[in-house]
């Protein structure tokens, strides 16, 4: 069974400028989740999906950070425009049930902001 | 008080000893437990998970809740050098309704 797949790997962008993040969950699982990992804290949930309507987006912020998951399957968040705080890792993760259950974790896509 | 605690450590253990790591939560409402490893670099891998109170083995992993004192531990025995990675303890449900991770514990094995 594929993993979740995230792109690009590596993004380097100057302040100011726009990024996007692509990510594509394993076959089957419902539910999609971006977080955000800052080194040395743990992941940080920005937004969440059930199928393709949001289920929790109170972390995101929404001036610069928007996301959506068109047809339920593959999502994109897009950072515009970016800031210094911005570098960090962005991790997509999908689960199969929203309540509880097992969430795996995608490659991540590490972000810096110059 | 931070939602999940754990010691950011290093936590240093010599080959062949046992690793105990450990996490406290403060919603008593939380349901899910999760230990994931994160090797430097890479992203979070799921190793355990537990809902119930006791232990839950899973090859040289234990998992350990005790919901009462809201205490969540992973044991790992035998420990290897290639076990030298970040835990991450995660905790899900309660108010939130989402996954809480702590900071993580940095786990040394000694060879």
């Known amino acids: 069974e594929a993993g979740v797949a995230q792109s690009p790997r590596y993004k380097i962008i100057e302040k100011r400028q726009s990024v996007a993040f692509w990510c594509n969950p394993i076959?089957?699982?419902?539910?999609l989740y971006w977080y955000q990992q800052i080194l040395g804290q743990g992941p940080k949930l920005l937004i969440q999906?059930?199928?393709?309507?949001?289920?929790?987006d109170s972390q995101l912020p929404k001036d610069r950070f928007s996301a959506e998951r068109l047809k339920g399957v593959d999502s994109t968040l897009k950072i515009q425009p970016a800031k210094l705080e911005d570098s960090a890792v962005y991790l997509c993760?999908?689960?199969?049930?929203?309540?509880?259950?097992?969430?795996?974790f995608g490659p991540g896509t590490r972000l810096t902001v110059t | 008080q931070k939602e999940v605690e754990q010691n950011s450590g290093p936590l240093s253990v010599p080959e062949g000893a046992i690793a105990s790591l450990n996490c406290t939560y403060s919603?008593?409402?939380?349901?899910?437990f999760f230990w994931y490893r994160q090797y430097s670099g890479k992203s979070p891998e799921l190793i355990m998970s537990?809902?119930?109170?006791g232990d839950k083995e899973d090859g040289r992993f234990t998992a350990q809740l005790n919901k009462a004192s809201q205490y969540v531990s992973l044991l790992i025995r035998d420990s290897q050098p290639s076990d030298s990675a970040t835990y991450l303890c995660?905790?899900?449900?309660?108010?939130?309704?989402?996954?809480?991770f702590g900071t993580g514990t940095l786990l040394a094995v000694q060879p």
């Open positions: 993760a999908s689960s199969l049930v929203i309540r509880g259950y097992e969430q795996y």
């Open positions: 076959s089957g699982h419902a539910t």
């Open positions: 999906f059930q199928n393709n309507g949001v289920v929790d």
């Open positions: 919603d008593r409402g939380s349901q899910s």
């Open positions: 537990i809902y119930s109170n």
């Open positions: 995660a905790v899900h449900g309660g108010a939130t309704n989402k996954l809480i």
